[in-house]
């Protein structure tokens, strides 16, 4: 039975929720598609999550494993392949918590980078599982600088043999996913070097443990790095080699081959290997983001209708704590996010199709733009959903501390998507680095890039808003946003022209503008995601109130950043302190509007009670019941040897009759 | 041996580390006698902390038992007594890592709460520990709002017993540390009926579970609500009472008493009760919030000069990442905040000692300004902590991931902080609801508090400040800060007036409000804290170079808030964007200058390698020396069922020469 607190909630919804989970999905058929895999995942019971909660690192990797190998089994059975439309469906129904993701790396890599002959060989044996592959870069002391690995492959002409080592503790290998305990083989980058000559960083298959009793390999050293704030599925792991011999052919060649004589022979565009890089980062968007962020706020938005607490009006009921204008101002602009970010992520989608199809024509045009697309989101969206889950954490107050609310786990796995794949900053001053360059050009009325001709169009005009109902146009606030993106990039340009030209070198002048640097991306990004919001929108079919209520949502994510951030909105004039009353008043306007809807607009994202995990998020909204029951089961129910041992003596040593 | 590129960051320091050490400690002999607590407690193997990482949440708890137990004993033979000179740095000492804190409480509710008869009974019970106490008032569907508790006490004449029941599930007690499983006896609230009438929420000593075998109470259910974000030491429980009967004396009447004839009689003054609130929010900014914000800078600077990444100048080695302006500008900021947040604690530590005082003469009269500071302190001191830690541990990339740099059981802990003794968005309401009154009162020429005369001088200005070096003058920024607070409470008060006299509901106008009532009371705080860290400054000694780098602190901390909140200070042309742009200027310049003396401003906090318990942020900077023998420890580097039963069929399934 459904809480009546949460039932009255979907009552009145102004739209077909169904309609929009069939829109987020891309149509009813691909509704259709991803529930069946879903139902098919979770009445399976290998699958089952019910218990994560209360489980060990130890235990969690032997689970992880038990449906990885699981996995396989019921794909065969289903009929599901890795090319078929369900697949994309199966990472998301599991909630990552499975084995083996690194074993699909190792298989990429060595389809991207292996000659045709090394394709043939490894990547049946990966397939069938006559191995398992994992994927070794990151060092102890060196992540994103890829110049700097230590790990040396030196080439052995008598042999035919590289010779590979880690030679010094910061060179050891370090982070691995299905390495410390699983993998039997991984690819290893290493510095090359040839007859005492560096050729740079290359990747080798290596043999780390026996296909025979899994014992490491002569030479390797292997383990688990240890505990971390979440991914206790994962044995992430550790790799030393010393003297580690492999023959000449397992240095995957595509681009690069050494003959048998030391001949170094590079060959074919590498220029791919950036498009590797871009597809790795908007692909994790979907999956490793939106879908944490779209969680947390099905259950904080829930609970937040279920949870009643203090009184809005002197002699009625305590009040739901989705009333308080408070709650909505941390809540609703997450929600609106999620969406905005939802169809960034299809455009982001589609650009990078039209890109590959461009590269399979040998045009590498695109690559810079989409590389620089790929990294201000990354780092823009990673960032915004983790912020966004912690605040539906806190937002659930004592509860949501609890693991059995999901939010925390969803939080600490969210975090990791700052750091992985690109660190955010980085990846951020790569985006500005693309910025200036554009700028630059557009300024000397040279070509660029779709997504940046707006650089090159400065207008020094103010906004035109004359009430607080002209800020829920879209043109008003995007032009806002492009006013701001423009200010950014031209003032940092101007400050390092400056810089440079009183002298200071180059790279210091760089490193000086790095803050305002990442300003500019972030306020590119911004834009990109605001005018694609509205642009969206605008495309939406009118009935069943579905193009009003995502009209309502852009409107709150473009309110929601000029209030936010209105210094850089006001800075130059463009806006008014009027104005920004303004934007204010309509922003807090809409948090009042979208409320209204805002346990519909969680339900059509389609969760699962199984896949959130969550004695707060459930659909029925029963939480009091779910929290007592499930706290029942935690292992700290059992008896606990601290009585006999330590409160039994001290309770007894002075008994006395109370 | 200290690892070269963090003992050169030591060699130039520009003041005296020894002598910082003593101005944070109070005094050079107190800094003497927190070593010897440390060094007390740190050689003592029964507190080590050394496996904590690795530890399961029952195997945290019977550590944190044990460690309790041991305590008793060492305070005994090293003579440390609750009211000695040595007690508050125990806590500090443990970390915090230690079971019956809530047993404190317990007697401390009896202390303030019980008549001089139940003090006299009870407290040397507790003292001696023949039983083990607890405190429970949050309810699974209760907290901040008391007046809905559920639980029930109800007077029975007859027997002179109250009878106490927990009479739906939202009324269960949920959250109470120590309760879960080592608790005896507990401090209940209660709404108090007698002859059918309520009387409201009262305190009553309930015995849960046997003295002689621990088994639970006839009547009573509890146990442990399980998994938390942290706190895995401490057993957070919850109560089910069902007819459970105490005798007429266990309820705690200080204040108010049913007599046999269930007469109910109220006696005193309750408004000592508030001051109890104000010290528990004050008492825990130091312990609870800025230990740890101190903690996660000394890792994360500390890391920051080891690890090297990238090239700044081309032909260079990879540069120390603290030399990069963006890790600057994540660091450094929360460096200065630790400072400020320092300075801040004394002032309010001072206050509550004036308080004290007063009250002592039967003056209530500063209550509701110490009301309004701590409830508006611990809500920006937590939340700005929080905030700091986790940039510290996302600064530090991959490795601040692992539990083993200590950052993420930082994080997690203080996280907790923003939510518990009064979540912040209620406690900064309660601090906006004393704004605006004093506004009010201010606005009509009536007399207000110290803390907020300055809403009655409203200027309107304009900053004064001609060039960036402007803004290192705490006249300049300070005064921008007031302005910005009073506009935003002049504001927003104008807007619930509006409100009220357009007909809106008063309570109804009041959350149309909020969100920026909220505005108010943050810029409030902050500029109070701004205002105290100038003052501050300017009473230091010149001499050993502690004024210079303090003053360097305050400017970074004044000037980040300035550049991180642009608008506020845009709004009404009180700054112009030329005077912004001068800010940024300083800002940036100031990274640049705190950077050099970073290492030794945290050296000062001193704290050891034991209580930081990080891998990354060790005094000899042997990083990644101690990640890889502290992840050898983990026991996912033992053998796994995981092989044998999942890998292994796997692998030899279809198991060929390679």
Known sequence: SVNP?????????SFSVEKLTALLDGGAEQTRIRRAVVE??????????????????????????????????????????????????????????????????FMRSISVLGSDKQIAKW?????????????????????????????????????????????????????PGDMGRSATHTVVFAQLYVHGKCYGIHPFIVQIRSLQDHSLCPGVTAGDIGPKMNFEHIDNGFL??????????????????????GTYIRQGSQKINYFTMTTVRISLISDEVLTPLMK??????????????????????????????????????????????HFINDYLQELLNRGYREIQRKNFDMLPELHALSSGFKAVITQHCTAGVEICLRACGGHGYSLLSGLPSLYTKILASCIY????TVLLLQTARFLIKCFMAASAGQPVPPSVTYLAAVKHGKCPAKNKLDFLSPDIYTEAYQHVAVRLTSSVAAKLQDLIQSGVKKHDAWNQCTVQLVQAAKAHCHYIAVKNFAETVEKLETKAGIQKIMKHLCDLFALHGIFSNTGAFLHDGYTSAAQMDM??????????????????????????????????????GQVYQRLYEWALKSPTNQMSPAYERYLKPLLHNTLSKL
């Open 240 to 261: 030393l080699l010393k003297n580690v011999r492999v023959p000449r052919e397992n240095m995957l060649s595509k681009f690069c081959e050494v003959q048998p004589d």
């Open 296 to 341: 947390a706020c099905t259950i904080a938005i829930r609970y937040s209708v279920v949870r009643r607490q203090s009184k809005l009006k002197p002699g009625e009921q305590e009040a739901k704590i989705l009333d308080y204008q408070t709650q909505q101002e941390k809540l609703l602009p997450q929600l609106a996010a999620a969406y905005a970010f």
């Open 40 to 105: 098919a995942i979770e009445s399976d019971p290998v699958f089952s999550r019910e218990n994560q909660y209360f489980q060990t690192q130890n235990e969690r990797y032997e689970a992880a494993v038990r449906k990885a190998v699981h996995l396989q089994k019921k794909m065969h059975e289903m009929g599901w392949t890795e090319n078929g439309p369900e697949y994309k469906y199966i990472y998301r129904a599991l909630s990552g918590d499975v084995a083996f993701l690194l074993h699909r790396v």
């Open 583 to 620: 934007v204010t008043a309509s922003y807090l306007d809409l948090l009042a509007v979208i409320r209204k809807d805002a346990v519909p607009l969680v339900d059509a994202f389609d969760f699962t009670d199984k896949s959130l995990n969550s004695a707060l998020g459930s659909f029925d």
């Open 123 to 175: 990547i049946p044996l990966a397939t069938q599982h006559k191995l398992i592959g994992s994927y070794a870069q990151t060092e102890l002391g060196h992540g994103t600088y890829l110049q700097g690995l230590e790990t040396t492959a030196v080439f052995d002409t008598a042999t035919q043999e590289f010779i590979l080592n880690t030679p010094k503790i910061s060179a050891m290998k370090w982070w």
């Open 421 to 424: 794949e690109g660190e955010n």
């Open 5 to 13: 607190d949460l039932g009255s909630e979907r009552q009145t919804a």
